[in-house]
């Protein structure tokens, strides 16, 4: 082996991987001891495949229980291999509910959380009878939150468009403890903006739509914006259903946003019913 | 007490279950000692609220891993509850992955699988693209057979007409050890015809179509009968898939059909895809 060819071998390359996940057995995407976690099972695999054990970054962590139908995630590799061989061979390892869509090598420059643009995250609600409290679908119970008050549609979707636009949305992020003093690391989905630890983000788009499954009605919640905080899609759900069921007026929720406070926004909706749906980045810019 | 309400007290009422099962942790839905079976969990969910512990018999057996979105079961009590305090009560001592949807009083005549007069199955496919064999999405993985074979649907369409009607199916059973000689038994969803141990079933409607699921294109196989042997709806999707890749011609099927040989027919398809639809009775008969 020559110098050079040593020296290529040792220079790692950067590596972008789509994945996807049932969050309902794992302790959410972030390692944490003792603890079966997304990105616990994603290192340990890349251990036993190529001797090396980066811990992958991905584009924000999500919660217990939350699912991702699309999560990114990077990582560099010293080991040269094929993209499709890693995705075949992580996919052999891994346990079935974390399965890798697609692998690739990127420029050094990209960072899964640092690089996103937007992200888009999707909320699934199942309305049910109010005395049917414990009838969730078994074939759905992992994926919806069952809802026993009425909603309406037209409400739900009044409240999604309050969302919309630049706002500080700090009444509807969790208030963890230590939120304050380390809002970059606690921020589920951080983007850019999280560096200047600002709570401002921006909603592109905020819909409610009807759905099947299973035969199953179902309203399902789609939000993209450049970042989220810590709990805010389940938080802005929360309080969507607030004002679906007529419990709270949608002319709240401008007053819920000026307040900064999350005691004024409505409850934290379920971890199961939450999936990210996908992340984007622009890798002309 | 008087003497006559004591003997009512201690007459049956017969009842008529409507459940739902994911059937991914059970061992399908025959007790069985030392296993985990939907049966024996209904049975003893029973025991512990009203302290009676009949077998409740189903419309039929659904194998381990095999799903019902609306399975129906029938049983004698003496204890006399409300119907909706029963489905309320046994939903709260049952495991989430069983939900009971409906509960009623019905004619001592009725009996879940006796009355039965026909049942539908549903059979999930997910066609994935042949390198990625690994890939099924998680959220999916339980409810599909990734099928990485590119499929046709109108030869799909094609080999489900061709089961229409009235046939000897004795191809498309399993071939039990002991079919032979307790056909009326390991008869999966013994109908009427069972106890004259005959292989004849009609179909009444079989049909392929196209479905969406969280974004997922899936193939969906539909079959109402009067009543189907052990595995036949999983033989059934297995010899239809080697027709809709081209592995078989369509023209076969007739002669599957006449052989009265599982061996002329095509491999059983995975239960994870198949879904006990529905089951119906005519109450005015």
Request: with cysteine; charged share 20%.
């Amino acid at each position: 082996m020559t110098e050079s060819t040593q020296a290529a071998l040792q220079q790692t390359q950067n590596w972008k991987l789509t994945l996807s996940y049932d969050g309902t057995d794992f302790h959410g995407w972030q390692v944490q001891p003792e603890k079966r976690t997304v990105q616990g099972e994603l290192q340990a695999a890349l251990g036993r495949l190529v001797g090396e054990a980066p811990l992958p970054q991905g584009s924000g962590r999500t919660d217990a229980g939350v699912h991702a139908l699309a999560q990114v995630a990077s990582f560099p590799l010293q080991a040269r291999i094929p993209a499709a061989n890693l995705v075949r061979a992580l996919n052999r390892t891994l346990p079935g509910s974390i399965r890798v869509l697609e692998a690739c090598v990127v420029p050094d420059s990209f960072h899964a959380r640092h690089s996103a643009e937007a992200k888009t995250y999707e909320y699934r609600v199942l309305p049910i009878e109010p005395a049917a409290d414990q009838m969730c679908p078994p074939v759905l119970a992992r994926y919806v939150y069952p809802y026993s008050w009425g909603l309406n549609l037209g409400l739900l979707q009044r409240a999604a468009t309050a969302f919309v636009g630049e706002h500080d949305f700090r009444s509807f992020a969790a208030t963890d403890p230590d939120l304050a003093t380390r809002a970059g690391e606690t921020d589920a989905d951080a983007t850019v903006q999280t560096e200047t630890r600002t709570t401002v983000r921006t909603i592109f788009a905020s819909e409610w739509q009807e759905q099947t499954a299973d035969g199953f009605h179902l309203l399902v919640y789609r939000v993209r914006g450049n970042g989220f905080l810590h709990h805010m899609v389940r938080n802005l759900v929360g309080t969507a259903l607030d004002v679906g069921r007529g419990y709270r007026n949608v002319e709240e929720i401008p007053k819920i946003l000026a307040a900064r406070d999350r005691a004024a926004a409505g409850p934290t909706a379920p971890a199961r019913g939450l999936f990210l749906h996908s992340v984007e980045y622009d890798f002309n810019s």
